[in-house]
């Protein structure tokens, strides 16, 4: 990574704490996001490279959706474990077919020794390397003729952006024990004016199911994606049309495009004509 590690947060210690929530409800909220992003013909039979794998669970998605093969890597030893407890908990046969190593996408040598996919897949992890296009050019070198590249990118909110870069950077600068209540300060008011909101609205059902529901965004946790916001450094963040002009210069096909408004990630596959 080009940053220095450490102002880097520990997105691996996150995920192994999220890993205690992980259940079938969890995992299959993930394989019907996938299903719903690129279709089961997209990920079963094929070969599969998770670029940054986190916690493993889409990795474990893949596996249970039909991937033929699945490459994962993450530059975090602690996500590397996290991904590998995963392979460990989805049985024996899994090692056959599943690959976990600790890998940096922003490693050229590494990333060409690993061949071509025909699904890259690294959702939200780009922007945190430290270097987004180095790391961009690297994934789209790996898609196969015929392949898809599956991204998620923060998306540019300009000045907002460049404030939550700050704010981030700080979280990692504080010393461990003030994280929690900096993570508090920052997101309870904005989660204190949503209550309040939908309360005069006389829905406060909805504010409390933002959190009991959370597992159906992706099965992902919302606390766990919390931290993993404030914290989440380095930060960068792109524009639409500067992904899709990236990816186009990579020869790749913009098969679908989810924007967002505001916080959150850009979805993107792409892909590569076949020969």
Known sequence: ?????????????????????????????????LLEMVGRDAIAGRTWLDAGSGSG??????????????????????SVACTDELR???GDGAAQRWT??????????????LGTFDLVYSWGVLHHTGDLWTAFDHAAAAVAPGGLLF????????LRSRVWRIIKRWYNVLPERLRLAYTIAIMGPRELLSLLKNTALLRPGRYVRSWTDYRSARGMSRW?????????YPFEVARPATVTARGQAHGLVVERLVERRGLGCNEFVFRRPAD
Not at 100 to 113: F, H, I, P, T
Not at 224 to 232: E, N, Y
Request: charged share 30%; aromatic share 12%; hydrophobic share 45%.
């Open 88 to 90: 460990a908990r989805a």
């Open 100 to 113: 976990v190593e600790r890998g940096s996408v922003l490693d050229e040598a590494y990333m060409k020794g």
């Open 151 to 158: 991204v998620a990118i923060y998306n540019d909110q300009g």
């Open 1 to 33: 990574m080009t940053s220095n590690d450490q102002q880097r947060f520990a997105f691996g210690e996150n995920w192994s704490r999220y890993l205690a929530v992980v259940d079938d409800e969890r995992i299959a909220e993930a394989e019907r996001s």
């Open 224 to 232: 766990h994606d919390i931290v993993d916001w404030i914290g989440g």
């Open 57 to 78: 669970l889409f990795s474990l998605a893949a596996l249970r959706l039909g991937a033929a093969t699945l490459r994962s890597f993450d530059y975090d030893a602690d």
